[in-house]
């Protein structure tokens, strides 16, 4: 279980589930006559029913719609934003409910219990596919099933003599057929059939094929519709200016009334930590806000989080460095501070790695609207619906019923949509909203963006080992000091600070992995990977500074230490063979440059990943030609889409390695756009070689695990090419020697 | 009132002096293909064409495009080559989370009118469109596939 997943697994009970008709329940809402099927969670269907008494149609709580002209409509319990989930999802219930993926329409499914799949939910910790396959399997299966016996019915037939071809049951020795849009009334007043065969994985059409994606057409066209993009009627703009420092208030507003006179504002709010200006143009209401001269309080001294005035990371990463440990352990196998004592030699090494904002390309925005029954209507960018119905519900003071979330197509999020402390406009967009009886679209400009994201953490790594005599490693002790996002006790390590440093599977006999916990002052969030983002990099780097200790080559040194790690073994064997076969060099190319290769491996989010990346030098600056991958995520739904991720995965752990760095002086974040804060751009992208090994493992994530082997493989192939092994990303910092 | 044409129909519109062409497409016209992703001109989800040239609303002043013709991405289907492009992107199954990909649309449909066999040169100088989903390389098979097409 990931870092994430430990959170919601907290946050909600989980609990067994199987196929209910919902249309027999009353949940019909605006699609009678359909068959509508979901998963209901037995303990909770009365608690929906009530839900649903109160308010009558309010959540159509259903996966499955077929439509009478034959149009399915599938409702996904994760948020699409890029990573393909609602063509994965298509792809399953369409192999079951047979059914060709491409005459799907998927959206998102409102907030309630039905989309709760293992008792919680949220788009993260790349699980979708894999938390939901089963289910989703099975629904598909158990629809299929009411359509056939619905054509039984119709057909005074008995149920084995018909069959299914894609969208229509057949009589196949009549010839006759009837239309799934023609049967869907019909089968929809019948029981849901428990215990349908599921297809066997030989006879699959559509799961493991590249099913072209479904939202492909209309994303090449300016047609699909994010939040920023949502329209209500009667809207008005809002934008914010945020206190500079999170925990200042606004105090006075020099410039007021100057401020209001100006062409089209509408109002001026005080929020908490923030003003708004509230116009008839979004343009207009942030040339207001930016107008106003606030002087901002000091935050109070018991605030969460406030940023003080002297924070730096540079005195931050000095902190880290120097905490003491040994930390909350994560990790203990034999006995390594012996191990170190009797060592041939010890190697150490301190390493670290900056804070990033998420950078996904639509700013976050919100539109608010309050309804004359006292509900209330939100549109916002969000991972996980439910907690922000919740939170939205505390902020409206309204019951949580009576808050219907709707959740447009995400314009990349990468972590960024959780719930976080002071990092959502959301609850600015519900005063504001509630302030001037209209509905507010409020947008975060890309600087208020960079000032309130909840960051990828800051974390220094000390490593200290063991060579024995023949250069193996014996021992390895590692304190990784900072903090990370979780709700983990204070006397416990965060996941999010551990995972991809404990548990790692090379033989070595004496290991330690601890936390040493230092919490500082900034809103910190998932980032696409997490600890693992990092952790690779910690880890994989100081494993090839033992390999050159102990004289051996790194890939082979890998080998070694994976020789009773038959998955890992084979991964790393093909990514070498994907590569041409490992050569370190530094060789010549056939452009006559001078490069050199770099590998490592990865474990995250129950998937295996080997990676190797070559570089060159040009005119002082890294250069990454091609990167192979060899992912094994157990089994797949979508090669394409795998590709697809693994390809994107490689160029933001790229950017990552070369570019990405948040940097504060006196409280403040230096880079308030991506002027300051560059990231991967299309002359930086290596070719990417992505090779799928289906291991037969319990399937593992997709949108993730790419991101993690990427920086340490290219800070390796830098060390061998250079010479100069850099501890502290990211690598624009270090001015490196070398002519084209 | 500033009067702009946009995808070959004469709009009257009252913005202010130095309302970036992006707003006024968006808010006021009410065409959302045009993204607003960093206002600094430095991304490209803003990408319009004006006069043929890929250029970035956000920071175009509405009172610079008079008389000018700008082309946002709910034409791209009017012209062949934005046909052209549509389809390359869709059969290199292109975008991710997609939002920057109407400006990309924009900018390949540029390069294609004014060189239709563009080299790698020139495919790197011109398309500089940032994509934080990192589907460059799908683009630039994209852009070579409507060169041949």
Same mark, same amino acid.
């Given at each position: 279980m990931n870092a994430i997943e430990r959170h919601m697994v907290n946050l909600e009970q989980s609990s067994d589930r199987s196929p209910v008709n919902l249309s027999r329940r009353g949940f019909l809402g605006a699609s009678l006559g359909a068959l509508v099927l979901g998963v209901a969670l037995p303990g909770r269907v009365a608690r929906a029913q009530e839900a649903a008494e109160i308010e009558p149609g309010m959540r159509v709580s259903a996966f499955i719609e077929i439509r009478a002209d034959g149009g399915v409509r599938l409702q996904s319990p994760f948020i699409e934003g890029g990573q393909g989930i609602y063509t994965a999802l298509a792809q399953i219930v369409g192999e079951e409910l047979d059914v060709d993926p491409a005459s799907f329409i998927v959206e998102c499914a409102p907030p309630g219990p039905d989309y709760q799949l293992g008792g919680f939910r949220f788009?993260?910790?790349?699980r979708s596919v894999r938390s939901s396959y089963e289910t989703m399997r099975r629904l598909g299966a158990a629809a299929r099933q009411m359509l056939l016996q619905a054509a039984a019915a119709r057909l005074d037939l008995?149920?084995?003599?018909l069959s299914t071809e894609p969208g229509r049951v057949i009589h196949p020795a009549s010839g006759h057929a009837l239309s799934y849009g023609e049967l869907a009334a019909e089968a929809a007043d019948l029981p849901v059939p428990e215990n349908v065969a599921l297809r066997a994985e030989t006879d699959f059409r559509w799961i493991g094929q590249p099913a072209a994606r479904l939202d492909v057409r209309d994303k090449s066209m300016g047609k699909a519709v994010y939040t920023i993009d949502v329209k209500v009627d009667g809207m008005l703009h809002a934008a914010v200016q945020h206190a500079p420092r999170l925990g200042g208030e606004p105090g006075t507003l020099a410039n007021e009334a100057e401020v209001k006179a100006m062409h089209g504002v509408h109002s001026i709010h005080r929020l908490p930590g923030a003003v708004a200006v509230v116009a008839d143009l979004w343009w207009r209401a942030r040339q207001a806000v930016e107008a106003l001269q606030v002087s901002w309080t000091e935050p109070a001294p018991d605030t969460q989080n406030a940023m003080p005035a002297d924070f730096s990371t540079e005195a931050l990463r000095a902190k880290l460095a120097s905490a003491p440990g040994p930390g909350l352990q994560a990790e203990s196998h034999g006995d390594p501070a012996a191990a170190l004592e009797g060592a041939a030699r010890v190697v150490e090494a301190t390493y670290d790695a900056p804070l990033l904002v998420h950078g996904q390309l639509e700013p976050p925005s919100t539109i608010a609207r309050w309804n004359e029954d006292g509900t209330l209507d939100l549109w916002l960018p969000n991972q996980a619906p439910d907690v922000f119905q919740q939170v939205a519900a505390n902020v409206a003071g309204i019951e949580q019923q009576n808050v219907r979330i709707h959740s447009p197509m995400l314009g990349g999020f990468f972590g960024r949509h959780f719930l976080y402390d002071n990092a959502n406009p959301f609850p600015q967009a519900i005063l504001l909203a509630r302030a001037v009886g209209r509905p507010v679209k409020l947008i975060w400009s890309r600087e208020e963006e960079f000032l309130r994201d909840a960051m990828r953490p800051l974390v220094v790594a000390r490593f200290r080992a063991g060579l024995d005599a023949e250069g193996l490693p014996t021992a390895i002790d590692i304190e990784a000091v900072g903090d990370g996002p979780g709700f983990e006790p204070p006397d416990t390590p965060r996941a999010s600070v551990v995972e991809g440093l404990a548990e790692k599977p090379y033989a070595i006999p004496n290991r330690r992995a601890a936390h040493v916990k230092v919490p500082y002052p900034v809103t910190l969030g998932y980032w696409r990977s997490v600890g693992h983002s990092m952790n690779a990099f910690f880890y994989e780097g100081f494993l090839d500074e033992l390999a050159d200790a102990g004289g051996h080559d790194p890939y082979e040194l890998r080998l070694r230490l994976l020789a009773d790690q038959p998955r890992h073994r084979t991964l790393l064997e093909a990514v070498g063979e994907l590569s041409g076969g490992w050569k370190r060099g530094p060789f010549t190319a056939e452009d006559g440059s001078r490069r050199a290769r770099g590998v490592a491996m990865a474990s995250p989010f129950e998937s295996e990943v080997a990676t190797i990346a070559e570089v060159s030098i040009e005119h002082g600056e890294v250069v990454v030609h091609d990167v192979w991958v060899a992912i094994d995520p157990?089994?797949?739904?979508n090669p394409a889409i795998v590709e697809a991720q693994v390809t994107s995965s490689v160029a933001m752990g790229l950017s990552s390695a070369l570019l990405e760095e948040v940097v504060y002086n006196d409280g403040m974040p230096q880079a308030r756009n991506f002027d300051l804060y560059p990231f991967l751009a299309r002359y930086q992208m290596p070719r990417v070689h992505v090779r799928i090994v289906e291991s037969g493992a319990p399937m593992g994530g997709i949108g993730e695990p790419g991101v993690p082997g990427v920086p340490p493989a290219v800070v390796n192939a830098v060390a061998a090419l250079t010479g100069q092994r850099v501890r502290s990303l990211p690598l624009s910092k270090v001015q490196f020697e070398g002519t084209l | 009132m500033v009067t702009i044409t946009i995808n070959d129909i004469d709009h009257a519109v009252e913005a202010d002096e130095g309302m970036p062409l992006l707003w006024v497409i968006r808010d006021?016209?009410?065409?959302?293909?045009t993204k607003y992703g960093c206002g600094i001109g430095m991304c490209g989800a803003c990408t319009v064409l004006i006069d043929g040239q890929p250029t970035?609303?956000? /920071?175009?002043?509405?009172?610079? /495009?008079?008389g000018l013709a700008v082309t946002t991405i709910?034409?791209?289907? =009017? =012209?062949p080559v934005g046909r052209r492009v549509v389809e390359a992107w869709v059969a290199s199954q292109v975008p991710q989370c997609g939002y920057c990909q109407s400006g990309q649309v924009l900018a390949a449909t540029a390069l294609l009118k004014q060189s239709p066999q563009p080299s790698e040169e020139d495919i790197t100088a011109t398309m500089t469109n940032l994509c934080r989903c990192g589907t460059y390389n799908a683009i630039a098979a994209a852009v070579r596939q409507a060169a041949q097409g």
């Open positions: 788009t993260g910790g790349s008995p149920v084995a003599d157990g089994s797949i739904v | 006021i016209l009410g065409l959302t293909g970035r609303s956000c /920071v175009t002043p509405i009172e610079s /495009v008079g709910e034409a791209i289907e =009017d =012209d």
